[in-house]
């Protein structure tokens, strides 16, 4: 049977407009936190409330796929309600992140999402404008925002991290965001996804023998600032790949070397500037690894999952309270933005 359809408004959640209008003026950036299970989602709600920070619930094609469309929405109705029991104001939007269709990103604005992302990347930047302007068509009408991507973001497979040809040109983003009219675009500034977002020999060592990655090409972002002044930008692969997650996932047994991400001060940078939307998924993953890790090796006969996944809720909450409060400058503008 199909999803019946729904308005992200019947919901009771926002788009992203007003938060990225206050995000730019105010110099911060509203985080975008991937969620698959309900651990996650309790986390990211619960530590957004208690920081106060206006926040971005974003679902994959994949996690749709892991935890079923359905469900996923109605856990995010869910948060809502959980929010107002609060007392809070405080709002969210549902993204979809990564929409690679018209399709997918049509069915996310049927079923209740407010954002969605139209990846299209990978396309010549002429099929790009052409499916990403189908998919504002689409979702303007039902006043969801829309997320485009110029640029092609490296993976450390790709070998290309440092190739120019991988960034955003700058000459190109006046044309994109005019021709496509989307609210906000993701660019390529030297991020990546995952844990491993550098290759060790493109880092240099510091004094105490940790991996310091290549700098973000903020200079690209300056120009990308200059051409479309005012317009939201989005850094996607933000995660900061979190030493002490990694340490702690070596020492309970796991293997991630040489596992290096964006340093913090990069991020909280970018933040000030026209960045307005961080997309975290893999520290969040870290966090909840670390944990699980540590417990099944300190406690070997635990077999309750709701004591290695409530130490896991618990670090990953606590995570999120320190990135709002640190990184993305979001904590405590929930209230100036939802009252
Ligand atoms: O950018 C991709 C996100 O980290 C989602 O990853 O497709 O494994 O859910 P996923
Ligand atoms: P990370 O892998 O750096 O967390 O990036 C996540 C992301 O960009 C989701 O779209
Ligand atoms: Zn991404």
Redesign the pocket.
């Known amino acids: 049977m199909a999803d019946k359809m729904v308005s992200y408004k019947e919901i009771g959640i926002v788009n992203t407009r007003e938060m990225f209008k206050k995000a730019i003026s105010g110099k911060f950036a509203v985080p975008a936190y991937?969620f698959n299970n309900m651990e996650q989602l309790q986390a990211i709600v619960n530590g957004c409330v208690e920081s106060d920070s206006p926040f971005i619930l974003?679902v994959?094609a994949g996690a749709r796929k892991y935890a079923n469309q359905v469900l996923l929405r109605y856990m995010a109705q869910g948060a809502v309600e959980m929010i107002r029991a609060t007392g809070s104001k405080l709002n969210f939007a549902l993204h979809l992140?990564?929409g690679d269709t018209f399709e997918l990103c049509k069915s996310c604005i049927d079923s209740g999402f407010s954002s969605v992302m139209i990846d299209g990347s990978h396309h010549s930047f002429d099929k790009n404008i052409e499916l990403t302007k189908q998919v504002v068509e689409y979702a303007h009408k039902h006043d969801v925002t829309v997320e485009g991507e110029l640029g092609v973001l490296a993976g450390i497979e790709d070998d290309v991290v440092a190739a120019k040809s991988v960034y955003t040109q700058p000459e190109d983003v006046e044309k994109f965001v005019k021709a496509t009219g989307v609210d906000s675009l993701a660019i390529s500034i030297g991020?990546s996804?995952?844990a491993y977002k550098f290759k060790a020999a493109q880092c240099t060592k510091n004094a105490e023998g940790v991996l310091v990655p290549p700098p973000l090409r903020f200079d690209i972002l300056e120009e990308i600032e200059k051409r479309i002044p005012g317009f939201p930008i989005v850094l996607?692969?933000?995660?900061s790949v979190v030493p002490k997650y990694v340490d702690m996932i070596n020492k309970y047994g796991g293997k991630m070397d040489d596992a290096v991400?964006i340093p913090a001060s990069e991020l909280r940078k970018a933040a000030a500037s026209a960045v307005c939307k961080i997309?975290?998924?893999?520290?969040g993953r870290l966090a909840m690894t670390a944990m699980i890790r540590k417990v099944f090796a300190e406690s070997p006969n635990e077999f309750d999952p709701r004591k290695y996944i409530g130490p896991a809720r618990d670090e990953l909450k606590a995570m999120i309270i320190d990135k709002n409060k640190t990184v993305l400058g979001s904590a405590g503008k929930g209230k100036e933005i939802f009252g």
């Open positions: 991937n974003q994959s992140d990564h991020t996804h995952g996607h692969g933000a995660s991400g997309n975290i998924d893999s520290d």
